[in-house]
């Protein structure tokens, strides 16, 4: 079983589609389910549509939030159909599945994470930023809904398709070749975005009452980048040196006032 990429559901309504989505991870050798404030969970309903993957719901981990579920994760996938405001990277299934499988080794402990919404409404525009890829199921224009458990066949298939291509390299590379550090994970970039909106607030550069989608699109930015831990640490050591700055000419000034 693959235990570095998670499958994540959120705001399940129907439990079966627990149960569902739970054979689909088995057949496919996945077995991290997490699940984002489920409507019911465990239920016999879930257990009766695993049909014998009754292991991964059984380990399935339940948490209050996204953010929760992601937080240890270097790389985030959010499934989506629909158009957003601000368009955001966006590849199909088997693309998705490459970069999975270039990009981790199994020795790696990186952890991976898809994301799959309500089954009336999908994930908001709150979640998926949270996400540095939007996946979308290529299937006819006009009809494009497909059941959770249905989707995360097709995501888990493509995964496993693409796993299989790659196991007889010895350690696949990242960006084509080995990497110096290891990537951020959410919970890093997630510190990296209060950081920055904290300290351009402080510059003036951010105008809270007119944000004009500023945070939105620095953030579409970084999450393109896949910056690595080393790289966020940069980051944040070149805002602290701002902050420090800042704080010192407010105390110059001050002084000098006096």
Not at 162 to 188: F, H, I, R
Not at 207 to 219: A, H
Request: proline residues 4%.
């Amino acid at each position: 079983m693959n235990s570095e990429i998670k499958i994540v559901l959120v705001n399940t309504t129907h439990s079966g589609n627990i149960g569902g989505v739970a054979r689909a991870m088995k057949n496919m050798g996945l077995s991290d389910l997490v699940l984002v404030e489920p409507k019911v969970f465990p239920s016999e309903e879930a257990t009766a549509r695993a049909a014998g993957a009754n292991d991964v719901l059984a380990n399935a981990s339940v948490v209050a939030t996204l953010s929760d579920a992601i937080a240890d994760c270097e790389l985030v996938f959010g499934t989506s159909a629909r158009e957003r405001h601000i368009p955001w990277p966006i590849m199909d299934p088997r693309e998705m599945a490459s970069i999975i499988s270039t990009g981790k080794s199994k020795d790696s402990g990186k952890k991976i994470a898809v994301v799959f919404g309500r089954e009336d409404r999908g994930l908001t525009n709150e979640e998926l930023h949270l996400c540095q890829h939007h996946v979308c199921i290529p299937s006819v224009e006009g009809f494009s809904s497909l059941n959770i458990a249905s989707a995360v066949q097709v995501i888990a298939y493509e995964i496993r398709m693409a796993s299989l291509c790659v196991e007889q390299v010895e350690e696949p590379l990242q960006w084509g070749t080995k990497w110096d550090a290891p990537m951020a994970n959410q919970e890093q970039l997630e510190m990296l975005f209060d950081h920055l909106e904290q300290t351009v607030l402080k510059t003036g550069f951010l105008d809270p009452q007119k944000p004009r989608q500023l945070m939105t699109r620095v953030r579409r930015l970084i999450m393109r980048a896949l910056p690595d831990s080393i790289e966020v640490n940069i980051l944040r050591g070149i805002l602290t040196s701002v902050d420090k700055s800042i704080a010192s000419n407010v105390k110059s000034s001050k002084e000098l006032g006096e």
